[in-house]
């Protein structure tokens, strides 16, 4: 048996799950090879360290109380919300949200200028268009 093909069996005659002639021809082959001899037993030892760290504290009645609880959570029914805060909840949306819309439009239509009062308009909104009064380019050039 060669090195490569021992080393892939070796983990399986570590766990001795291997069959009883393949286990002698890998305790042969390690008792002619120093370095997979060598390999064998720190596998042994890394394997037995975790073993060793394996923590096997299981509740045996986990299982059961969370079975139990999830039944007694199913059987409960969810309370129903009265009829009047289904209906209402909704309407009371939708007017707030058709009032947010209505008052956005209102925000971003321009004011009505009368034509014969041009001056009062200008009164009243005295920088509402600047930049057509004076190009930025004309402010700056002096």
Not at 91 to 120: D, H, M, R
Request: net charge negative.
């Amino acid at each position: 048996m060669n090195c490569k093909l021992a080393h892939k069996k070796l983990i399986f005659f570590v766990e001795q799950e291997l069959p009883v002639s393949e286990m002698e021809q890998v305790r042969q082959h390690l008792k002619q090879c120093a370095p997979c001899a060598h390999f064998a037993e720190e596998m042994k030892k890394t394997l037995s360290i975790i073993e060793a760290d394996k923590v096997e504290d299981e509740n045996p009645f986990f299982f059961t109380r969370v079975k139990a609880r999830l039944e007694n959570t199913a059987g409960k029914q969810v309370a129903a919300r009265p009829v009047l805060v289904r209906i209402l909840q909704p309407v009371a949306f939708s007017v707030i949200l058709l009032l947010g819309v209505y008052g956005g439009f209102k925000l971003g239509q321009t004011p009505t200028i009368n034509a014969g009062n041009n001056a009062e308009a200008q009164e009243l909104i005295p920088y509402w268009n600047e930049l057509d009064a004076e190009p930025i380019e004309t402010f700056l050039m002096e």
